[in-house]
């Protein structure tokens, strides 16, 4: 119960402090055993038809919200900006940031119970979901 960092690109910069506000690149994961990267796939398009004038493409989006699926990212979106280690981000965030160097980048596996817990986040995250999430310490301001 709680966060584990697996670190997959080692960083060489400073160690956020309880306070500090950081930036962070990240993607977030449902969790899913089931799979080897314990993520799944991310949102799954597929469309039908043939290229010419008389077809045209039906782009249908699977899956938001179902097991091992994308949730949240801030890529092409900007970086997110928090101070970290004082409660303004889920637990498994706090605990896990503050282990990390600039310039490091990991997953984070974190427990529902270090998350969104009983309640989850309606629309994206049920409850008592297990997340992962990618992330890069980009600086500490």
């Keep these: 119960m709680g ?3 697996t670190i997959t690109k080692e960083g060489d910069g400073a160690i ?3 306070g500090d506000r950081v930036t962070i690149e990240y993607t977030g994961y449902l969790k899913d055993t089931s799979k080897p990267d314990k993520k799944g796939a991310k ?3 597929f469309s039908i038809g043939i290229v010419n004038a008389y077809w045209t493409f039906v ?3 699977l899956g938001l919200g179902a097991s091992g699926m994308e949730f949240d990212s801030s890529i092409g979106r900007g970086a997110f900006v928090t101070e970290i280690g004082i409660g303004r981000v889920i637990k498994g ?3 896990g940031v503050t ?3 600039v310039g490091e980048k990991a997953t984070l596996d974190i427990t529902s119970d270090f998350a ?3 309640r989850g986040f309606p ?3 049920p409850a008592k979901a297990d997340l992962l999430f990618d992330v890069e310490l980009q600086k500490i301001n």
Excluded: A, R
């Design 3 to 5: 966060v584990t960092k």
């Design 59 to 61: 782009i249908v989006s």
């Design 123 to 125: 629309g994206s995250i």
């Design 16 to 18: 956020p402090q309880k």
């Design 99 to 101: 282990t990390m160097k």
């Design 93 to 95: 965030w706090d605990e």
């Design 43 to 45: 949102y799954v398009y």
């Design 116 to 118: 969104y817990g009983d």
